[in-house]
């Protein structure tokens, strides 16, 4: 008998959860409808709200959603107010490829911002050209996000620069404006974005005359690096590529400079995090960082300011790249003069902004922000010391 | 709700049921545990992507030889392994899990880490249907036969099924084997789902959520673990309202259900018209059945 009520009680959580959320997001497209028109048009963003990365995913869809208020506030997108629409991946391909199904056939999205992470950009492309809706990428830097074979992807569209040019802006700052000539690489083997800097690092800097002396690897979720940080150590460099997340730059820089090792530390956009200082802080001082923006450039500061205001955390550098992926949908929307998904791609494919990490001029090519700058970034005092923007040629 | 949206949920819901049978077949009905499955779709889904990308052979052909790796694989491990008892086979098979993923990372010709994109798509809703009816229909008649009541055998009682003369290591070598060839085919269609492969997709985390699948369904059920793939892929999409919440109140309802059915949604029964009759009129005839005494 009891067993027979445990039953029951299951299939109404069930059917109750089936309702609750099947109902909630059907609804509004059908009350929208009825005027003809809708009256509200709806912006999705994909990422991760859960799983390792959920503090980036976090910081970008509260971007993006103070974002539109701002825009809503000011009169919206051609006069339609905008509704952000923002689900979670988990950090899965698969599940992005769930969600993207979802924002282009049931909530009609105009356009999808993010997701951060390469492996889901990519994934999520034979749904957008199905469906036909543009994406533009936060943070992801593999090339073939939007080119693959030397084909662009007609929906596909970012904001940051690629792997290739930070991983050649690296390597050029290394070895042309700090004259090092020895350098040893520490990467992380199961992590795509670092396997993808640590390759053009490595070809850049031995095109410039530049000398790898040791590339040691370990995997994600390790702790100790204490083995290959002694292999390095035996080779000499002069400066250490860093080209993974924060956590592990932690660690592994503690170990460095308890096994004694002097060199310079280098690393790109997985670096910047208050967490890395308050775990690391003695010991990558004078390290000097690839990153997007200057964080103590005098036009982030209302943003960061607004940002704390309201949500008070500071902002991650994800953020400020969804700043500029809102930015540049809203010029591409008021080029276009239309909020039909594919005349936004069209404008898009020749937008250009003044985003708050650089000048955004969408090439059409390669659907990437060509020439924009990237801004070299110095450990001093644990603080981050903007020293210069440098272009890799 | 749009057709689209659910056709995908569809897709990989009939995927990953693949999957969940070949599972079934070695934990529900032979008793060994995997925690390496997602290493056999890894195997299975590179494998098929190397034939219709770098060979250009059609899909189905693709799809039976990354099958049959994973099958040759699997038949290497198990003879590594399948003499461990119990837990220890466990780790065995977490261990492979997670070394399949690791030399995947660093094959720099199939992408490594960084993934493999442009792989084309080829699953429709039509053939993921077709390969789980087929895939259904074996698994069938295969626990109906001799060979599946020597598996169950051993499931129950492997010292007397082997003093009544039933190989238990070939059984289990053959159960292993079978659940490699429908997770290597539901690697192989989920490639060509996504277009895109990347090692990541294959963590732990895979293998612990098709083991659950057959274990919410059911241990020794077939129906169960049908049920149990369906229900479990898409309740995180129809959860997908609770945004970062979304994954708590799966875990919770998932808690849920386990704690009131500790058998799993089908344990040990199968689905038939017969009983579904049954259940409805013991429901209508409660009274009576209480005045009778029944349970």
Redesign the interface.
């Known amino acids: 008998m009891k067993k027979r009520i445990m039953y029951f009680m299951f299939s109404v959580v069930m059917i109750v959860s089936l309702i609750a959320a099947g109902c909630t997001p059907k609804g509004t497209p059908d009350t929208g409808q009825k005027a003809g028109e809708p009256e509200v048009v709806k912006v999705g963003w994909i990422g991760s709200l859960t799983g390792d990365q959920a503090v980036w995913g976090q910081c970008e869809l509260n971007t993006v959603k103070m974002m539109f208020e701002e825009i809503n506030a000011k009169g919206g997108l051609l006069g339609k107010k905008v509704e952000v629409i923002g689900y979670d991946t988990r950090g899965d391909a698969t599940e992005a490829v769930n969600a993207v199904k979802r924002l282009t056939s049931q909530d009609k999205v105009i356009a999808i911002i993010g997701p951060n992470a390469s492996g889901q950009a990519i994934a999520i492309s034979s749904v957008l050209e199905e469906m036909k809706v543009p994406d533009i990428a936060t943070v992801a830097t593999n090339p073939k996000v939007t080119v693959v074979d030397g084909k662009v992807k007609p929906f596909n569209f970012r904001v940051c620069f690629i792997d290739p040019y930070q991983g050649a802006v690296a390597a050029g700052y290394a070895a042309d404006v700090l004259g090092f000539k020895k350098a040893a690489i520490l990467y992380d083997v199961a992590d795509d974005y670092s396997q993808g800097l640590t390759e053009f690092f490595e070809k850049y800097f031995i095109e410039k005359g530049g000398q790898i002396v040791a590339k040691e690897a370990f995997k994600s979720g390790d702790v100790d690096f204490r083995p290959q940080l002694s292999k390095i150590k035996e080779s000499n460099p002069e400066v250490i590529f860093m080209p993974y997340f924060f956590k592990e730059v932690a660690l592994s820089a503690n170990q460095a400079r308890e096994l004694g090792i002097n060199a310079v530390f280098m690393g790109g956009d997985g670096w910047p995090s208050d967490v890395l200082i308050e775990m690391a802080k003695d010991a990558i001082e004078g390290s000097y960082i690839v990153n997007h923006l200057d964080f103590n450039d005098p036009e982030v500061q209302d943003f960061k300011a607004a940002y704390k205001a309201k949500y008070n955390k500071s902002v991650e550098l994800n953020g400020y790249l969804a700043y500029d992926a809102v930015k540049l949908l809203e010029a591409a929307v008021n080029k276009a003069n239309s909020l039909d998904p594919v005349a936004i791609r069209d404008a898009l494919e020749t937008a250009s902004v003044k985003g708050i990490t650089g000048q955004i001029n969408i090439s059409k090519e390669t659907h990437n922000p060509e020439g924009k700058d990237a801004a070299i970034i110095k450990m001093v005092n644990g603080e981050y010391v903007f020293q210069q923007k440098y272009s890799a040629k | 709700?749009?057709?689209?949206?659910i056709q995908?949920?569809l897709i990989?819901a009939g995927i990953n049921l693949l999957a969940v049978l070949g599972l079934s077949l070695l934990t529900g009905f032979t008793g060994l545990f995997s925690f390496g499955h997602a290493g056999f779709m890894a195997i299975g889904a590179y494998t098929t992507a190397i034939m219709s990308v770098k060979l250009h052979l059609p899909f189905i052909p693709s799809l039976m030889i990354g099958g049959l790796i994973a099958a040759l694989v699997s038949l290497l491990i198990g003879k590594l392994t399948l003499n461990l008892k119990g837990d220890y086979f466990c780790i065995a098979t977490l261990g492979l899990g997670e070394a399949i993923?690791?030399i995947l990372?660093?094959v720099q010709y199939l992408g490594?880490?960084?993934?493999w994109?442009?792989i084309p798509?080829k699953t429709t809703l039509l053939n993921v249907v077709i390969i789980d009816i087929i895939g259904i229909i074996i698994l069938v008649n295969l626990i109906r036969s001799k060979h599946g009541r020597n598996m169950i055998a051993i499931r129950e009682e492997e010292m007397a099924s082997q003093i009544i003369g039933i190989n238990v290591f070939r059984y289990k070598m053959i159960s292993l084997m079978i659940s490699a060839i429908y997770a290597g085919v539901a690697g192989g269609m989920?490639g060509h789902y996504?277009?895109?492969l990347?090692?990541?997709?294959f963590q732990i985390v895979k293998s612990t959520e098709l083991t659950i699948i057959v274990i919410f369904g059911g241990l020794g059920s077939i129906s169960g673990s049908v049920l149990g793939a369906l229900?479990l892929t898409s309740?995180?999409?129809?959860?997908?309202?609770f945004?970062?919440w979304?994954?708590v109140v799966y875990g919770i309802?998932v808690i849920?259900?386990m704690i009131?059915?500790p058998q799993g949604l089908m344990g040990g029964h199968e689905f038939s018209f017969h009983a579904v009759k049954k259940i409805i009129s013991s429901?209508f005839y409660r009274k009576k059945q209480?005045g009778l005494g029944g349970?």
Do not use: C, H
């Open positions: 709700m749009d057709w689209f949206y995908g949920i990989l993923r690791l990372d660093n490594g880490a960084r993934g994109p442009g798509l989920l996504l277009g895109f990347q090692p990541k997709m229900v309740l995180p999409e129809m959860l997908r309202t945004a970062q979304r994954l309802a849920f259900i009131s059915r429901m209480r349970r």
